[in-house]
């Protein structure tokens, strides 16, 4: 257990649903992540929030929108997903935005896009 | 911008040898790098962390070593044990105002009994 829990863990949802993809961290940490993880590709960071505003968005498309409304919760709401969203999405915290802060990762959440 | 290599992409052993992983990467203006073990279908988890300023380091039967100057970090497993089989991965954190990390894809081990 890293501290950082994800839910649902599993998720199997049509491309005119709407879903949202849930993190909550009990550190204390004050910055959370969320990364997508495809089958042969390095993780792509998505978004960051420090202290609950955003401070980084990778050009990932509207159809993602994030929410933080508070230190320890980070959503990610999804609409109109494409088959190519179908990865592994994690969620990450750490105390501060440095380089210096080891990065503390959720199980993340399998979703698949039919 | 920071590229991330990891090689070999997959590797196979006999329990009981040890093993070197490595990571290249191309900009060696890093704050720090870490290794991370996956297990399938999970999140990472954190193995070691090596500041910049830093040469090595150790925890148990894993020790990471990081040279900046040839953009090369290795991480050594002593005496690998099935349950060592994972993906490792290894993630730059590069210098700026912010936290920015570059992940390589990952060396997939498999520990055979």
């Known amino acids: 257990e890293t501290g950082v829990t994800q839910t649902p863990r599993h998720l199997v949802m049509g491309m005119t649903n709407k879903k949202s993809l849930k993190c909550e961290q009990h550190l204390g940490h004050n910055a959370m992540y969320w990364y997508k993880q495809s089958a042969k590709k390095p993780l792509e960071l998505m978004f960051v929030?420090?202290?609950?505003?955003?401070?980084e968005n990778n050009s990932v498309p509207s159809r993602f929108s994030p929410e933080c409304p508070n230190s320890s919760h980070l959503f990610l709401h999804l609409h109109t997903l494409q088959p190519e969203d179908s990865a592994l999405y994690l969620c990450?915290?750490?105390?501060?935005?440095?380089?210096?802060?080891?990065?503390?990762f959720g199980p993340g959440t399998r979703l698949t896009v039919t | 911008k920071q590229e991330v290599t990891q090689i070999p992409a997959a590797l196979s052993v006999p329990e009981g040898e040890n093993l070197v992983l490595n990571c290249s990467f191309t900009?060696?203006?890093?704050?720090?790098l870490q290794w991370f073990r996956q297990d399938p279908g999970k999140g990472l988890t954190s193995l070691l962390l090596i500041q910049s300023s830093q040469r090595e380091q150790t925890s148990g039967r894993l020790n990471a070593s990081l040279d900046k100057s040839s953009g090369r970090s290795t991480l050594y497993i002593a005496a690998s044990q099935p349950g060592d089989s994972a993906t490792y991965l290894c993630?730059?954190?590069?210098?700026?105002?912010?936290?920015?990390?570059?992940f390589g894809i990952g060396t997939k081990l498999q520990v055979i009994p």
């Open positions: 990450a915290s750490s105390h501060g935005l440095a380089s210096s802060y080891e990065q503390y």
């Open positions: 900009d060696s203006a890093i704050y720090n």
């Open positions: 993630a730059l954190g590069n210098s700026g105002g912010y936290q920015k990390v570059t």
């Open positions: 929030y420090s202290l609950e505003e955003r401070v």
